[in-house]
């Protein structure tokens, strides 16, 4: 018994064979492992140490962008600017006058409480692109230009528009440009001296209708409006009273508004007490008088007058 027993403590349990085995197996795969890459790193031009620091420099350089993305992310470089502004402008640096160049025709004060409605008057912190982008809403400024000049003035300058006409539509007057952006309401009891566009869209025309305008310079000192009819042509109205019925298209409009111009040239058409000219009709030339005799001529787009009776047509 005691003999059996010897054997069998002297014996190594089956169950440990196969451990044992595994892992003098995992380290003759570590040690051959390491013996290819000492033998690729052998093949390398750089030296084993050489590509160590390499390794640790790419490591730091790794860490300190994820710090700096960090930063980013809390906003710390922000609140470091934003605090370094603040203090440069407790230095003497900050927003105490505003100088604006180039205003003609629009109010003033609204510009002054754009440039002057910062979150801060620190110099540093006034955003300028921000007041230009609020300055451009105003129907008046074409353009602008902010800038500072140290120590403590912001200088805007203002593009305007010129004014080119006035649009009625729905019982409302707005002045306009020649592109047709609208600039201010007008006062019905302060007109300015500026032709007048009637109709939907008619403000959107502005631009043909100077175009049409120039087809016969001649013609500009007696026009006093248009109206912008069913969205496709021009009637023209003269300081002497009558109106002018274009075609549509804006080249026959033009071809017609210049051969009218000759042929009032030739026999004096305007002020001889004709109220309305027509010609839509290529190759027709329709003239509407007055139904009486020395009847007074009444302005066309005066809605309240009574419209002359057809009988008085006549087609040339």
Known sequence: MTERARIRRGTQPRYQRGPTVARRGAQAANARARKATGRALATLPIQPDTLKRLGQKAFMVTMALLLVVGLFVLRVPQMVGTQIGELVGVMGFSVKRVEIQGIHHMDRLPVYSVALDQKSTAMPLVDLGEIRGKLMQFGWVQDARVSRRLPDTLLVDIVEREPAAIWQYQGKLNLIDKTGVILQPVDPQAMPDLPIVVGPDANTQATELTDLLNAAPRLKAMFVGATWVGDRRWDVRFNTGETLAL?????????????????????????????????????????????????????????????????????V
Not at 286 to 293: F, G, I, L, Q
């Open 247 to 315: 075609p549509e298209g804006d080249d026959a409009a033009k071809a017609a508004y210049a051969k009218f111009d000759r042929m009032d040239q030739a026999a004096a058409l305007l002020g001889k007490g004709f109220v309305h000219f027509d010609m839509r009709i290529p190759g027709k030339f329709v003239v509407r008088v007055s139904s009486e005799p020395g009847h007074e001529i009444k302005d066309p787009a005066d809605t309240t007058a009574t419209p002359p009776t057809p009988a008085g047509q006549d087609a």
